[in-house]
Structures are given as C-alpha cells and as structure tokens.
C-alpha cells in the first residue's frame, strides 16, 4: 500500500532503501489522459545538479591578476579629454535650414505630391 507524505520524509524512506514513487500531478489530462505519470524517486534528481553554499577560499594569485588587469585598464582623465577634443575637431556642423519655411535646401515641400 501507498500513502502519501512530504518531501523530507520521502528523502528519509529513499535513503533507507524503501520504494518512493513519484506522482506527478501536473501529468493529469496530459496526451490525452486521464489518470497521473508516475516513476522512480530517482529519476527526479536525474538530471538535475546541485548547488550549495560554502565559504570562500581566498586565492592570491587570482586577486593579484585581477589587481593587475584593473590597474592596467585605468586611463589617465586628462588623456579622455585630448581625445574627444581632437576628433571633435573633425566634425562638421550640419548645414543650417534655408528656406523660408525652415525646411533644408535640399529638401522637398512635397507640392509635387499634392492633387
């Protein structure tokens, strides 16, 4: 005979050796059917991995890498600042707007579309 019981209590009658069968109650009406899937305690951690929580290992090689690549990554300000003043110089402001209607010169009014 089978009974129903909580999740904690089927771990304990698994490692005991005992058969836990698993109902999955989300299978009803699935494929046309009309009762519950069930299968072996086992095959629902099949496929699954499992993390838990440990206290960190501090490594020093690693913090004096990242160390080394932060320090290497800054960029001195003042060279941010030359940078954007010399390719700003560059650029060319857009023509200003031309017509009395303040559409650009090279732009149509759409006329040739009205009826």
């Known amino acids: 005979m089978f009974t129903g019981i909580d999740f904690e209590k089927a771990i304990d009658y698994y490692r005991k050796g005992k058969e836990v069968i698993v109902l999955d109650r989300a299978s009803v009406g699935k494929n046309g059917k009309s009762g519950y899937d069930t299968f072996p305690f086992e095959e629902l951690f099949k496929?699954?991995?499992f993390l838990v929580d440990v206290p960190a290992v501090i490594n020093p090689d690693f913090e004096q890498a990242v160390q080394g690549m932060t320090e290497a990554d800054q960029v001195d300000s003042e060279e941010i600042?030359?940078?954007?003043h010399e390719t700003?110089?560059?650029i060319t402001p857009p023509r200003e707007a031309g017509g009395k209607d303040g559409r650009r010169n090279d732009r149509s009014s759409g006329?040739?579309?009205r009826r």
């Open 47 to 49: 496929d699954l991995d």
């Open 81 to 84: 600042i030359q940078a954007v």
């Open 88 to 90: 700003q110089g560059s």
């Open 111 to 113: 006329g040739q579309y």
